[in-house]
């Protein structure tokens, strides 16, 4: 399992700087195709596929261009067998601090995210002031 994290881990990597740089083709190498995104944080539940969500993030201002500092971490990864598992993670862009769970799978073009699940909540943005 230890080759397996440190994989994983490889991935969270792409994954957190694919969204501090907006950059879908990093994205696209994390994501399943078939993967989805699900937020239940507003009124009505928000659940898109990747066709759906990269346009979303192609469309946005890099938080590295506003020159955001970046706040990202890994909180658990948790295996469930060999194949499948599931890595609880935070980040924020902006004002929004996203708490993130993301279902792993291995497949043949490795580990790829096949569900993100997530809450986020409105913060001031007081990192860019102190770091």
């Given at each position: 399992m230890e080759q397996?994290?440190?994989r994983i881990?490889?991935?969270?990597?792409l994954y957190f700087d694919g969204l501090y740089l907006s950059d879908v083709d990093r994205l696209a190498k994390v994501f399943d195709p078939a993967a989805r995104y699900v937020c239940a944080?507003?009124?009505?539940?928000?659940?898109?596929?990747?066709?759906e969500y990269f346009p979303i993030v192609a469309a946005r201002e890099p938080p590295a261009a506003r020159g955001e500092a970046r706040r990202d971490e890994v909180v658990a990864i948790t295996?469930?067998?060999e194949k499948t598992a599931l890595v609880q993670a935070r980040?924020?862009?902006g004002e929004r601090h996203f708490s993130d769970f993301l279902s792993f799978i291995h497949t043949a073009a490795g580990w790829r995210?096949?569900?993100?699940?997530f809450h986020?909540?409105?913060?001031?943005n007081l990192a860019s002031d102190t770091e």
């Open positions: 397996a994290r440190a881990e490889a991935q969270m990597q944080t507003g009124e009505e539940a928000i659940n898109l596929g990747m066709k295996f469930a067998g980040c924020a862009i995210i096949v569900a993100k699940v986020y909540e409105t913060l001031p």
